[in-house]
């Protein structure tokens, strides 16, 4: 019986994490916006990141300062990195590097024309990128679609939810990734 009833917490707790992501991929999920300092958040979650990755994963940071504030939702910005810190561990079972680094780049006419919805101007930029296996174009092309996965248990719902927070925010995520070289993220906020 004692089984059964932490398989039933463990269903009941991941139901309530799915409800999450569907309600934050719907849009529906209340933002709480505030200016934020992006390493100051990074810095306060270190301790967290180092929990849910590998033990044979190391992390590099390379924090510009001054960073200007942004504004989003601290806890969605949260939910994005260890998103993105989650995938990056898994991506690399014999352990690798995970860099996280921050700046502030110019979108300028040339990227916004080969990038559809991107406006030009000022950003942040929030790069997560590791040493992991990789993927080739077709999951590249997909990996922001609801509900697929290439995960024999992932909800399909991690990238997706990511994307739709990071656009509610008024930003972009491009991504690229090489099979067997890894996966580097930017998040323009």
């Known amino acids: 019986p004692h089984g059964e ?5 463990h269903a009941a707790d991941r139901a309530a994490g799915l409800t999450r992501q569907l309600l934050a991929f719907s849009r529906k999920q209340i933002m709480r916006p505030v200016h934020i300092d992006l390493n100051a958040l990074l810095i306060d979650m270190e301790r967290l990141m180092r929990r849910v ?5 190391m992390i590099r940071t390379a924090f510009e300062e001054p960073l200007p504030s942004v504004y989003a939702d601290p806890l969605q910005i949260e939910q994005v990195l260890l998103n993105l810190v989650v995938n990056a561990s898994e991506a690399m079972p014999s352990g690798g590097t995970l860099t996280i680094e921050t700046g502030t780049v110019t979108l300028g006419d040339a990227y916004v024309a080969r990038h559809h919805g991107v406006e030009s101007g000022r950003y942040v930029c929030l790069i997560v990128a590791d040493t992991g296996e990789g993927v080739d174009r077709q999951t590249r092309e997909r990996m922001f679609e609801p509900f697929f996965t290439t995960k024999a248990r992932g909800s399909g719902l991690g990238l997706s939810t990511l994307y739709g927070i990071v656009k509610q925010s008024g930003g972009h995520v491009w991504v690229y990734s090489e099979v067997g070289v890894g996966t580097t993220f930017k998040v323009y906020l």
């Open 5 to 9: 009833v932490l398989q039933i917490k």
């Open 53 to 57: 990755i590998s033990a044979d994963v």
